[in-house]
């Protein structure tokens, strides 16, 4: 119970911030995807304390046996760039630009109750069940 709780409070506080920042505003994204356009830089703000929170905090989380609230680390198991891997993240790009959102902006999105974003997530989540079926895992 006690982990649920800080799952809930830590995806609340992540919900939080992406709310705060713009991220779940597709004009403010869009326009910040669009660099040759009328490009809005104000979430190079957000990427550049994202890159800064991690540059200072990872290495020292790591360093712990083990995660708080978790028995193990999860991270990464493959370093090799797959055709599976590229393909993913094209059509992630794909998506984040034509849509304006990416997975969890989207997931607080919901919480507007905007039908896109609701729609989005529906569409995502048929994604991620079709990308782990017998069909794709062969790309």
């Not at 979430?43 to 991690?54: D, E, N, R, S, Y």
């Not at 999860?74 to 993240?89: H, I, K, N, W």
């Not at 849509?99 to 569409?123: E, K, N, R, T």
Request: proline fraction near 4%.
């Amino acid at each position: 119970m006690k982990k649920a709780m800080m799952a809930l409070l830590c995806g609340g506080i992540f919900g939080a911030g992406l709310a705060l920042s713009g991220m779940t505003n597709t004009e403010k994204v869009l326009g910040f995807l669009d660099l040759f356009g009328h490009w809005d830089y104000d979430l190079m703000l957000v990427m550049g304390g994202a890159v800064a929170v991690t540059l200072l905090l990872f290495r020292p989380v790591l360093k712990a046996k083990a995660p708080v609230f978790a028995d193990r680390f999860f991270l990464p198991e493959q370093s090799l760039v797959t055709r599976r891997l590229l393909v993913g993240a094209a059509l992630f790009g794909l998506g984040w630009g034509l849509y304006g959102y990416c997975p969890g902006p989207a997931v607080v999105a919901m919480g507007y109750l905007h039908q896109d974003a609701i729609l989005f997530v529906i569409a995502m989540a048929a994604g991620m069940f079709l990308a782990n079926t017998r069909m794709f895992q062969k790309i």
